[in-house]
């Protein structure tokens, strides 16, 4: 948790000294790339560092020390293929629909996708064999650190621009990436120790290709709103007055997004036990902590959002009504964050990908429409709506499931 805490500081001042350093139109750009990159890479990754929070575990349970061998080539094989093809077709549809200067900042940080994906998969690597505090680290602490370093670096000799930027945001991957290939292999050597690797590709593809689809769906929930307002008009500087707001209002998605990390091994065990006293009891110590951060969370938003959006420049400020809206939507998703995890590891995958795809298309005709008539508020607005329907809809399914499961 504390590193997690370090992590979002990190990543906050760099984002202030850019917001601060930076041009409104500048930062749009930028802004725009970031999250044009991130929705790819949740997409390079290949569903396959979710998948392997799943199996991992059991093969280490099972003593199939071939199959994981065999498992972690497979999957960082895999994220350096599919990043370099997603790239390479990122790039061509990106020079055909160019039309403005800001669209090049795109291409150049299509140029980190494969090294995004094969970090993000190695990091759930590092999680699944029960190394939690390693892997939040690396993702929290190394890659923001070395971004804010390098931004750092770059003002003070007065070459910041959003390609300096970018470059900056990707030195964090470039620099995480053979530390977390590293430690999987040390971690994995004395489990397959004399043992051949064995290969399963085509069911570990078709196994995580659901994992693929949630992971995208799950990235264009909440990335969308800054997406979309990139590459359609929009009036101003809206998306620079939204990117803040956003970014604050949903910190609060890294506490469930390292808690959530945490316990998915353990209720993959729990559920191939059938061992459903303790899961009680896990989902009871994950609510605690999860209500306590949350109640922090919007206290600090509702009482010093307009100071904390004053740290970019006075001229985000404005953005205030949107930042609690977004804070809102974010901390119902954060209370439910675990519900896809059950619908996931209890085959209960339709319902999911049928929850998240209807929520996602909601989502984005209410970005585009709500942008229209409200501009940034109206995109917050749409965030908070989809968001929230998404999170209360999976709990209900969730709990319907796990229902099923147990009278089975």
């Known amino acids: 948790m504390c590193a997690n805490i370090v992590g979002i500081l990190l990543a906050y001042a760099a984002t202030i000294l850019l917001a601060r350093n930076l041009e409104p139109s500048e930062f749009e750009s930028y802004i725009g790339a970031i999250a044009t990159l991130g929705l790819l890479a949740s997409l390079g990754e290949g569903g396959i560092g979710k998948y392997s929070l799943k199996i991992v575990p059991q093969y280490v349970l099972q003593k199939e020390a071939g199959l994981l061998g065999g498992f972690l080539r497979f999957a960082l094989g895999s994220a350096i293929l599919l990043g370099i093809l997603l790239a390479g077709l990122a790039a061509i549809i990106e ?39 390693f892997a939040t680290l690396l993702a929290r602490i190394v890659i923001p650190l070395t971004t804010l370093i390098c931004i750092g670096l770059t003002i003070q000799a007065e070459r910041l621009s959003p390609s300096t930027a970018v470059f900056a945001f990707g030195a964090g991957s470039l620099i995480c990436l053979p530390i977390a290939i590293g430690a999987n292999f040390t971690k994995s050597e004395p489990l397959t120790l004399d043992s051949r690797p064995i290969f399963l590709a085509g069911p570990w593809f078709l196994n995580s290709l659901s994992f693929l689809v949630f992971s995208f ?144 298309i909601l989502l984005t005709v209410l970005t585009v429409w709500l942008n229209r008539m409200f501009g940034t508020f109206g995109v917050a607005l749409a965030y908070a709506v989809s968001i929230s329907s998404l999170s209360l809809c999976n709990m209900w399914l969730a709990s319907g499931r796990l229902r099923e499961v147990r009278q089975a």
């Not at 909440?222 to 910190?251: K, Y």
């Open 217 to 360: 769906l799950t990235a264009w929930i909440f990335r969308a709103p800054l997406v979309i307002m990139h590459h359609i008009p929009h009036s101003g500087n809206e998306l620079a007055l939204l990117a803040p707001a956003l970014e604050t209002g949903c910190l609060v998605l890294l506490l469930a997004k390292s808690t959530d990390k945490y316990f998915q091994p353990m209720i993959s065990e729990y559920l191939t036990t059938n061992n459903w006293a303790e899961g009680r009891k896990m989902r009871w110590l994950r609510l605690q902590w999860i209500g306590f951060g949350i109640t922090g969370f919007l206290g600090l938003v509702f009482f010093f959002g307009r100071t904390i959006l004053g740290w970019y420049g006075d001229k985000y400020v404005v953005a205030y009504p949107s930042l609690c809206v977004i804070a809102i939507g974010s901390s119902i998703w954060t209370i439910c964050s675990l519900a896809p995890t059950y619908l996931q590891y209890t085959d209960a995958l339709r319902r999911l990908l049928g929850s998240l795809l209807g929520h996602a």
């Open 95 to 133: 020079l055909a629909v160019q039309v403005e200067e800001r669209e090049k900042v795109v291409l150049e940080a299509l140029v980190y996708l494969p090294v995004m994906a094969v970090v993000g998969v190695a990091i759930d690597f590092l999680l699944a064999f029960r190394m939690p505090v």
